[in-house]
């Protein structure tokens, strides 16, 4: 399809009053678009008014019709009894359906409360990358990860772009996003 996945034009978005904005910014296939700025400048706000959970006061946010979305919000839920594996977690997810990164392969047969933060937190990266989603919106993917664990992550969503979809990462890591982004948005508080 022609057109981007994800276009935010002007951008004031907030609660009951405005937090953010304007911002705007385009995500075309293939790129991965971070959202850069320092905690409190509105990052996840935004990402709220693309996901219909924050208040739109001016601008607009348009996405490529009929698209699926894949969202990992800031703190994934982790119960404290998990009695599933990885692997029967990414079934579920629907991000069996390719082989996933090696990094990840000796975690598949693990429980996922048995996973360490960091560990979870990758298993839940990829279970947005590898689904059939065309955008896939990831806040603060870097929580609970050691520097191995975001080591992983930086490999994980290089090759995510293969895969011709779009990403929206939100960090307040600069270093990161200069990393793995195509282009960096500023947000300023």
Request: proline content about 7%; charged content about 20%; aromatic content about 4%.
């Amino acid at each position: 399809m022609s057109g981007p996945i994800l276009e935010v034009d002007a951008l004031v978005a907030g609660y009951t009053t405005p937090v953010v904005g304007p911002v705007s910014f385009r995500l075309e296939d293939g790129e991965i678009v971070g959202l850069a700025g320092p905690n409190g400048a509105g990052k996840s706000t935004i990402l709220g008014a693309i996901i219909g959970k924050t208040r739109i006061f001016s601008g607009s946010i348009r996405r490529r019709p009929g698209i699926r979305v894949g969202i990992l919000g800031q703190a994934p839920v982790r119960l404290t009894e998990m009695p599933i594996t990885g692997r029967d977690f990414l079934h579920i997810t629907g991000a069996d359906r390719c082989a996933g990164p090696e990094a990840l392969q000796p975690l598949l047969p693990k429980r996922l409360d048995l996973l360490s933060g960091g560990q979870y937190q990758l298993m839940n990266v990829w279970a947005c990358l590898g689904c059939a989603a065309e955008l896939v919106l990831l806040d603060e993917p870097t929580n609970n990860m050691d520097p191995r664990a975001t080591a992983t992550l930086v490999d994980v969503l290089h090759a995510s772009r293969e895969n011709g979809r779009g990403v929206l990462v939100i960090s307040h890591e600069h270093e990161f996003l200069e990393k793995v982004c195509t282009r960096l948005v500023e947000v300023q508080p």
